[in-house]
């Protein structure tokens, strides 16, 4: 069975995807089948789990009642449903989507200081991820685009802790608001500000190789050269060519070293695998275990791979 073939049998998530991105195929026919995602599957079954509230497990980023003893942070809370969800292709015009933002923007409250959820709290990695999701779904979130726009750091990208005192950026809150602010982008055209903020963002991953340190050409984290799914906040080599590819960008000479670790990851079968599952409570996986082959990781690849190998 080939790699296309395999892909076409996993949920609509994939077979979206799979039609748009690696066979051009009609835009009627990918809308078709990205509409089951409503009604099919890993979609059906995370909207199935929303509160009557509009949250999912009862918070913003963690579950409500949520005390911090798990072994690792839960990812059923809201904020981390509604990005699935986004990954997944919900159309933001369905139904179920209209329904489940209007909730959310009613009546969830960040844990941070009780702000509203589209209003965004303080950490630009949470930012951006509300930028992202909030922009694709169609809520206005200028005022928190405004917001991360001010706190872009001297070497280009962002970092959490620098409320903390840090000036140096970090790799996974940079590509959390360089996803954010080109879901902007794309929902309102952006802006040279945007632009701005999004190259510079750009440019502290590349001069960097996308997962090296630029002082001394180490690598930054073993677990950037791992391939995860779902990557919450998380940053990885795919998660970061990806974005450049659906960017629209050119390839860029810096890549290259980052693409052949992801060419390399691929299987005699022409597949890849699930690398890493980031430890947490879950509402149900989305693929069979670390080490199994990923569909997730795999549709990925291969458009990763035909965007850089098209331009050789």
Request: glycine letters at 10%.
């Amino acid at each position: 069975m080939s790699e296309i073939d395999w892909l076409l049998e996993g949920d609509p998530a994939i077979r979206w995807q799979v039609r748009r991105d690696l066979e051009d195929a009609p835009a009627a026919d990918v809308a078709a089948e990205r509409a089951r995602v409503e009604r099919e599957g890993w979609g059906t079954r995370l909207l199935a789990l929303e509160d009557p509230d509009g949250l999912w497990d009862g918070g913003a980023c963690f579950p409500g009642g949520y005390t911090g003893e798990e072994p690792a942070q839960p990812w059923t809370a809201t904020m981390h449903t509604l990005q699935t969800l986004q990954l997944l292709g919900l159309d933001p015009a369905s139904d179920s989507a209209r329904r489940a933002i209007a909730l959310v923007a009613a009546n969830c409250r960040w844990e941070h200081d009780g702000q509203r959820y589209f209003d965004g709290e303080v950490e630009p990695c949470i930012n951006g991820r509300t930028i992202e999701t909030g922009a694709y779904f169609g809520v206005d979130v200028s005022a928190v685009v405004a917001r991360v726009l001010d706190e872009r750091l001297e070497d280009g990208g962002w970092n959490c802790e620098a409320e903390n005192g840090s000036v140096r950026s970090s790799f996974d809150t940079t590509i959390n608001v360089l996803d954010g602010l080109l879901a902007f982008a794309r929902a309102t055209g952006g802006s040279a500000e945007v632009r701005a903020a999004r190259r510079s963002g750009e440019e502290y991953l590349l001069e960097r190789g996308l997962f090296r340190r630029r002082s001394t050409g180490d690598v930054v984290d073993a677990a950037y050269l791992q391939l995860a799914f779902p990557y919450y906040w998380h940053y990885d080599v795919l998660r970061a060519l990806d974005y450049f590819r659906g960017s629209g960008a050119a390839p860029d000479p810096r890549m290259a070293e980052a693409v052949e670790v992801v060419r390399s990851a691929r299987r005699p079968d022409g597949r890849w695998a699930l690398d890493r599952i980031h430890p947490g409570r879950v509402h149900f996986q989305l693929e069979d275990g670390e080490g199994a082959p990923s569909r997730w990781n795999t549709l990925r690849a291969l458009r990763v791979l035909a965007w850089w190998d098209a331009a050789a």
